[in-house]
T-cell receptor, first 111, second 113 residues
Framework: GENVEQHPSTLSVQEGDSAVIKCTYS??????FPWYKQELGKGPQLIID?????GEKKDQRIAVTLNKTAKHFSLHITETQPEDSAVYFC??????????FGTGTRLTIIP | KAGVTQTPRYLIKTRGQQVTLSCSPI?????VSWYQQTPGQGLQFLFE???????NKGNFPGRFSGRQFSNSRSEMNVSTLELGDSALYLC????????????FGPGTRLLVL
């Protein structure tokens, strides 16, 4: 089955700096890669996703890049703000199979 | 449009008891997936229901079961609770299944003593 590794497990950045979280996946057939943000006491919320026919996708301060050859994808957050502090999860899926999640990255923005 | 709702939000049980958790999906969504979230194992897929039928199942023992009703609401049941079942149980709904974007509820936090 699919296996997703996520790094780093914790990340602290100064407010205004950029944050990058990386994930690798094992199943080369995976074709859908969402990123979720989970705040304390809440369920994960989808923030951005990318499909395997696209190399990069941006939404304001958030971007995701996908390298199918290397089987890795990354989340980039620019101009970080205190409200970006949360746990971020990557995930991968092939077709109609279940989503497989990474182990999460706790991002802390230092004011 | 109202989001995914889960009840109860918090639950305390003792070993050996059984528990039923409820999930109401977003209106119009027909697929409900359940996940267990723990600090050690992260988000683990339990099962997915679509149109009252279980369509996918994760690697959990038979003590974990679920069902879906005709209005798409779903319940999951855990029998003979063990300490290791303490976790946040998340429900996610989507229009038609795992291929679609999933929207998560706030979860039910279960503590087994």
């Amino acid at each position: 089955g699919e296996n997703v590794e996520q790094h780093p497990s914790t990340l602290s950045v100064q407010e205004g700096d950029s944050a990058v979280i990386k994930c690798t996946y094992s199943d080369s057939a995976s074709n859908y890669f969402p990123w979720y943000k989970q705040e304390l006491g809440k369920g994960p919320q989808l923030i951005i996703d990318i499909r395997s026919n696209v190399g990069e996708k941006k939404d304001q301060r958030i971007a995701v890049t996908l390298n199918k050859t290397a089987k890795h994808f990354s989340l980039h957050i620019t101009e970080t703000q205190p409200e970006d502090s949360a746990v971020y999860f990557c995930a991968a899926r092939f077709g109609n199979e279940k989503l497989t999640f990474g182990t999460g990255t706790r991002l802390t923005i230092i004011p | 449009k109202a989001g995914v709702t889960q009840t109860p939000r918090y639950l305390i049980k003792t070993r050996g008891q059984q528990v039923t958790l409820s999930c109401s999906p977003i209106s119009g969504h027909r697929s409900v997936s359940w996940y267990q979230q723990t600090p050690g194992q992260g988000l683990q897929f339990l099962f997915e229901y679509f149109s009252e039928t279980q369509r996918n199942k994760g690697n959990f023992p038979g003590r974990f079961s679920g069902r879906q009703f005709s209005n798409s609401r779903s319940e999951m049941n855990v029998s003979t609770l063990e300490l290791g079942d303490s976790a946040l149980y998340l429900c996610a709904s989507s229009l038609a299944g795992q291929k679609e974007t999933q929207y998560f509820g706030p979860g039910t936090r279960l503590l087994v003593l």
